[in-house]
């Protein structure tokens, strides 16, 4: 006979069932003033926040872990979940304890996950946080991707084609959650995104007619037309399920949504995420952020709107020339005026996030602090407009300038509605009181009074009566059962007042309550409930009224964001004395002393060696030799982070540049294998040179570096020399590419098709050493300098004399065969084993020693080996058959 089933109490009988709604969150259970986790969930939380896991009913036959945190401090607590791609389900109470009958009524308010996050503290103030959703029909190939920073309601997406086009922008825009439909396929080269995924059944998220009714409510527009998705139902689908994922997890209407707008390839200068990394705009390529990347040379935005803004523009250069131009006017003034600039800085400096303050307001996720952080940033407001009226006067603006200011709005009515709320330091929560400052509101300042000062108020009514009735023996006193009563004391001879209301009779005195008594009574005993919820309504008014001004405290959080990224540009501008380019359609690029700005700031400018890069009609593919650690890959990349940093209206670090406007940017610049996924370097390179030759258009700009390495000798070179070809002939003139190589036999190829040019990283020798100068010059290297390289990098001094001896032997080899032609090519052949034998045995027998080197040298055509492909095979056979010794 199987022993019964120990029984819950209701309350966790509650849980479960709540529970059985969110298998997928932790849920944070509502009891008085703590959140409470049970079961599995308790055990998660406790072991990922460091809190103690008790058990509740410890000694009962159920034992159930338990761990809570307090509700004031829930956030603190949300955040490491969140960061660590947990949802969570905060279960609140929805009635008050205290009027229950009961067990108190509890529901789940909201889903919290990684791409839904409102708290600042969990967010990066200057980067945009996405909740996307991916959909590809399989039948009709076509896809759609949508993303979301649901912290500011800004979103977009776009349509593609390719089903690997799609991964390939999830992995750009890098979201920390995104929504697929139960089924969808992952890529192998985009399995690091499983993780993040939410999978969502399809009928019930993308289903098409449902999508559209969701968008258009959401939207509030008649038509998919006026969103420009009536040609993008794969689009649609995506955004369809956005929406009804906000609504299923937010459980509140989605008004902060901004207008939806698709991404227009057509006006962008496209960056795919492999470029976006190789070029390490956001972060190294370990993966580190901070020094090394563009990000933190360039941003000197003040505050996060502005931030958001920078990483925008760098994700999605403009293409067209206008927009280029209007941002380089306004960045040109700022530089100019750099007394406007120092003026405007700290005033920005002081404006909090107005994009995510509005939307916490929108959607009553805000704090009395949220308001005053709102007032804060709204009294700059005239001041800035203060600083741009008065340059304005003193220099005449750009016309984007001049826009800006016309449109500006000081805001001043409801900053001074702010001013006259709230106080300076409210607390961080509602309930806790202090909110308003004293005559905002009457009947606040009367409940106020009375419970910071009710004793006061009853020892002056005592005092009134004593006076106004001549009854000096008066008394004040209180009872439970009574409350409130003045006491006469029987040796009292005289009349008692009319409005004396006599209440108990003892033996030396008498009670007696008054109609005044009793009513101050009752406000007392009714002031702390009633200043608590008439605090909280108007707190709720107070969002109302704030809220009527949503539109106004958007639209100024846009000006102040371009604003901010205007002059960030201008700073960096005139901190590194960068100059703005010339910009135009052609495609001639003509760079004068540039530099790499991340390079440059970590070496600092005196130290930097700038270098030219001239890309013309006859000229469009540099073939660019040297030895490695001499700065070719800097070369490379600078040119492309110039473009980049041109296309976004910025000013460049040259001494001058004219740049015709490329549509997109491809890098293939570095080697490292991807083993997660099974590939090897060589594979790596070649899935990304592959889609290069695939995509590259007459307008774009590549960057190769080392194409070929990742093989043996002649396969590498085999493979450079086609690639070369192949961007070299198309479109007339070739495709405009910087190609860094050690194949010095590539140099050949400059006196066989015109659009190529040979340029090498200079060097020095001097007493047997190099020195790297840095510098970028015409004409191909002489020698790839690889021993010398090798002994800079510590290589022992034995093995550096022994590699400049075999190589020097195999060079005069090489010679002879060129002086004397194949016929001596077997002689020299059988003489090449000596290279190999001891050297003190080579002068006492020239007789080869037997070795198994003897038949690979016998093997190798020496007529078409470089030094360098001599040192590749050489570090082969060490690795075979070299010893310690």
Known sequence: MTSPKPRMTPMLEQYLEIKEHYPDALLFFRMGDFYELFFDD???????????LTSRNPNAELNVPMCGVPYHAVQEYLRPLLERRYKVAICDQMEDPGQAKGLVKRAVTRVLTPGTVLDEGSLQAKMHNYLAALYYDQQRGRGGLAWIDFSTGDWTGLAVKNEQDLWSWVQKIDPPEIICPEGLRVPERSQELKERITWLPEKAFFHPGRSRELVLEVQEVAGLEALDLEDKPALVRACGALVAYLKQTQKQALDHLCPFRPLQLSKHLILDEVTERNLELFQRLDGGKGQGTLWHVLDQTQTPMGGRLLQERLRHPWRELKPIERTQAAVSCFVRCSGLRSRIRPELDSVFDLERLNTRIQLNRCSPKDFVFLRSSLERLPRLRLCLQEQAESD?????????????????DLCRLLESSLGDNPPQVITEGGLFRPGYDHRLDELIDLTEHGEARLKELLSREQEANGLPKLKL???RVFGYYFELSKAHKGPVPEHFHRRQTLVNSERYVTDELKDLEEKLFSAAEQKKNLEFELFQELRDKVLGHRERIAAMAGRIGILDFWQGLAQTAADWEWVCPSVHTGLEVDIRQGRHPAVEAAQGRTNYIPNDILLQEQGTLLLITGPNMAGKSTVLRQTALISILAQIGSFVPAASCSLGLADRIFTRVGASDNLAQGQSTFMVEMTETARILRQAGKRSLVILDEIGRGTSTYDGLSLAWAVVENLAGKYEHGIRTLFATHYHELTDLEERIP????YNI????????????????PGPADRSYGIEVAKLAGVPQPVITRAKELLQRLEQASREVNTHGEGRRKARQSMLPGLFQPREAQSADPEPAQHPLVSRLQELDIDHLSPVQALNILHEWKTEWGTDA
């Open 477 to 479: 006193g209180f009872n």
């Open 755 to 758: 659009a190529i040019r040979n």
């Open 762 to 777: 200079a060097v020095k020798e001097w007493k047997g050493e190099i020195i790297f100068l840095r510098r970028l010059v």
């Open 396 to 412: 005449s603006l750009p016309d984007e300038l001049n826009r800006l200011l016309q449109e500006w709005d000081d805001m001043q």
């Open 42 to 52: 308790a055990q998660t939380a406790a072991r990922e926040l460091q809190i103690a």
